[in-house]
Nanobody
Framework: QIQLEESGGGLVQTGGSLTLSCEAS????????MGWFRQAPGKEREFVAA????????YYADSVKGRFTISRDNAKNTVYLQMHSLRPEDTAVYSC?????????????????WGQGTQVTVSS
């Protein structure tokens, strides 16, 4: 069992940047594919980005491609989401998720562990 804790959310203007962090409590962080998801009020949870255990395989939702960057530091048990050129439609609660195994998934149901989420609000 691991616990995930996100940080770095906040309020930013359109065009601004934020970097989210997700730290895992478990000492052995490597065997986890990791993903970021978001959920806006009244909407379903949406895939944002995912990264494999090694960090070599990455996938982004079309809506964030070219603006967001996912990365991980296994020595620090942490995965990051750098967000640039933020738009009002990026406003949501962002959650990180981990799944047992080396590969990522785009489907929330494939993940075993979830953080509580951090609010990102982009003002117009």
């Amino acid at each position: 069992q691991i616990q995930l804790e996100e940080s770095g959310g906040g309020l930013v203007q359109t065009g601004g940047s934020l970097t989210l962090s997700c730290e895992a409590s478990r000492r052995t962080f490597r065997p986890f594919g990791m993903g970021w998801f978001r959920q806006a009020p009244g909407k379903e949870r949406e895939f944002v980005a995912a990264i494999s255990m090694s960090g070599e395989n990455i996938y982004y939702a079309d809506s964030v491609k070219g603006r967001f960057t996912i990365s991980r530091d296994n020595a620090k048990n942490t995965v990051y989401l750098q967000m640039h050129s933020l738009r009002p439609e990026d406003t949501a609660v962002y959650s990180c998720a981990g799944r047992n195994g080396a590969w990522y998934s785009l489907r929330p149901r494939d993940y075993d562990y979830w953080g509580q989420g951090t609010q990102v609000t982009v003002s117009s």
